[in-house]
Nanobody, 118 residues
Framework: QVQLVESGGGLVQAGGSLRLSCAASGRTFSGYNMGWFRQAPGKAREFVTSIHWDEGITYYATSVKGRFTISRDNAKNTVYLQMNSLKPEDTAIYYC???????????WGHGTQVTVSS
């Protein structure tokens, strides 16, 4: 049973930083892409960033490039999202997800709330 558990969300002022964690369990994640998505109130869920578990190749949405950094600790089976220079428009529920090769993001966490005040 694959489990993804996010943590680290909270309330922060604009310009501040937060680090989200995604603890992954239930299988080995070799070959997987691990992604972060977010959903703001009244909006569709959107891609934020992803990292390949083995190769470390990363992708970022244009809106977060240069401010957010994704990383992983293979030994701890944990993926991180370092968010700097936060803006009120970054306010959303942030979800961790896992995708095996071309199968799409099949596994999802329950999300963690990030609120950025102006």
């Amino acid at each position: 049973q694959v489990q993804l558990v996010e943590s680290g969300g909270g309330l922060v002022q604009a310009g501040g930083s937060l680090r989200l964690s995604c603890a992954a369990s239930g299988r080995t994640f070799s070959g997987y892409n691990m992604g972060w998505f977010r959903q703001a109130p009244g909006k569709a869920r959107e891609f934020v960033t992803s990292i390949h578990w083995d190769e470390g190749i990363t992708y970022y949405a244009t809106s977060v490039k240069g401010r957010f950094t994704i990383s992983r600790d293979n030994a701890k089976n944990t993926v991180y999202l370092q968010m700097n220079s936060l803006k009120p428009e970054d306010t959303a529920i942030y979800y961790c997800a896992a995708s095996y090769k071309g199968e799409g993001y099949k596994y999802w966490g329950h999300g963690t709330q990030v609120t950025v005040s102006s």
